[in-house]
């Protein structure tokens, strides 16, 4: 039978939700798989608005401007992405929270109406445990 966990527990659980857009590691991940992206895109000179188009540039040329525009480009997403959350007050990457009705056990996605058909109310899966009769 499910039920709510113990009180402490389903307080840290709410706590954690209400600060998760805060986290800066899926905004920083992102930033360094486009730096990195970004910065082997420079180097082999990929571009389709010339006539060849890969032309590679000088490990030089790549160290000198290369590297530091793939920097500033992984920074700037970084940091639209990091605003976006705080913006919006949620996390950008992640999925919808499940939900389920404790009278008649039916899940759903969270679409933010916690009334069931049954007249059960939907909660947040993650709060309930289950336990054995």
């Known amino acids: 039978m499910w039920k709510y966990k113990n009180e402490e527990e389903v307080k840290e659980i709410r706590q954690s939700k209400k600060n998760a857009y ?8 992102l930033a360094v798989l486009l730096f990195i992206v970004f910065a082997i895109q420079t180097k082999i000179g990929f571009s ?18 290369g590297l530091l525009s793939a920097f500033w480009f992984g920074l700037l997403t970084f940091f639209v992405i990091y605003a976006g959350q705080i913006v919006l007050k949620r996390r950008i990457f992640s999925g919808p929270e499940v939900l389920m009705c404790l009278k008649c056990n039916k899940y759903k996605n969270d679409d933010k109406i916690h009334r069931c058909d049954c007249g059960g109310e939907f909660v947040p899966l993650d709060e309930l445990e289950w336990v054995d009769e």
């Open 22 to 29: 805060k986290k800066i590691w899926r905004p920083g991940i």
């Open 48 to 65: 389709k608005y010339r006539i060849p188009s890969i032309s590679p540039i000088t490990w030089e040329e790549f160290i000198e401007e």
